[in-house]
């Protein structure tokens, strides 16, 4: 019974682990014609109307959360200032994360995404004061040395540095500083996982849509032409469905365990995109994935 429980409880990480391999494939399948930043408002606006039914059911039940009467004013005000920042930074980096998965390459951008722990760990030493060990000091510099290589196509020539890896790494950066914002107020704070979901899709959905009306305000109405519509619907449902089902597995099991099991997904990437793509894989970047992995492991074992 307990390997039972035990095997359920590590499911979720799991569909996790394929949700995040999918959906650079499913980001860069779509039809050629269209934007990264048109694309990022679509997937946006059908993120927020696959986040709203758990938002208004939990409301129904009488999880308030946020909206709690007994609040504070003053924690109010602080929380919604919180969500509109981060919401403002995730959709820049899903904007950032479409664009990269299509100029750098999808196994490119797949393998520098992940370098999330890097700007986790750097955020908490500027942001929490924390302090860092010798072996996560290590772990991170073995990181940025992965990277590098990656980035300048294994010649480890800086002249062959690509832009777009550093449009990638944007992603991570904003996602930890996000995500740092957010675990505080998750904490301190009775806003529950699901408003933060919707709110965080709202905000960046009106970012994204501002953004295209200044840019290109005649583009708008394309994030619902036919073509484009099923790439949308399903890059916006498989990201809503990796948020929620994330939070749901952090709170059965441990964040390091769970982020150990999903660390492999750009391996999931690398082979889809070479399936699917036709893409070519090369041995610099199979390295790279590969330092990257271990990297991640040392974090976190460092951490437990």
């Known amino acids: 019974m307990n390997a039972e429980k035990s095997c359920s409880r590590l499911l979720l990480p799991f569909i996790c682990l394929i949700i995040l391999g999918v959906m650079p494939v499913l980001s860069n399948s779509r039809p050629e014609a269209s934007d990264a930043l048109g694309f990022a408002l679509a997937v946006s606006f059908w993120q927020a109307l696959f986040a709203l039914p758990l938002f208004v059911v939990q409301l129904r039940l009488g999880d308030k959360g946020i909206f709690h009467p007994g609040l504070p004013a003053s924690v109010k005000m602080r929380v919604w200032r919180i969500t509109i920042l981060t919401g403002i930074l995730f959709g820049l980096a899903t904007w950032c994360y479409i664009l990269s998965l299509k100029q750098a390459g999808t196994a490119n951008a797949s393998i520098a995404i992940q370098a999330y722990p890097l700007f986790a760990v750097l955020t908490e030493m500027v942001m929490l004061r924390q302090c860092k060990s010798l072996w996560q000091i290590l772990a991170t510099a073995g990181l940025v040395a992965a990277l590098y290589y990656l980035g300048t196509g294994g010649s480890w020539q800086i002249r062959g540095m690509s832009m777009w890896i550093f449009v990638a790494l944007c992603v991570p950066f ?19 996982p699901g408003q933060v979901t919707c709110f965080r899709v709202v905000i960046s959905m009106f970012l994204l849509g501002l953004l295209q ?26 990201y809503y469905l990796e948020l929620v089902i994330w939070f749901y597995a952090i709170q059965r099991i441990s964040v390091s365990v769970a982020s150990a099991i999903t660390a492999p997904w750009p391996g999931v990437t690398m082979i889809l995109s070479w399936i699917v793509l036709g893409e070519t894989i090369h041995m610099y970047q199979i390295i790279s994935f590969a330092a990257v992995v271990i990297c991640i492991y040392f974090l976190l074992a460092s951490e437990s």
Do not use: K, N, Q, Y
């Open 174 to 192: 904003l996602w930890s500083i996000a995500h740092v914002l957010i675990r505080e107020e998750l904490c301190a704070t009775p806003i529950t």
């Open 213 to 238: 009306l200044v840019t290109a305000p005649g583009r708008i109405a394309g994030i619902f032409e036919a073509d484009l519509l099923p790439w949308a619907v399903g890059m916006g449902l498989f």
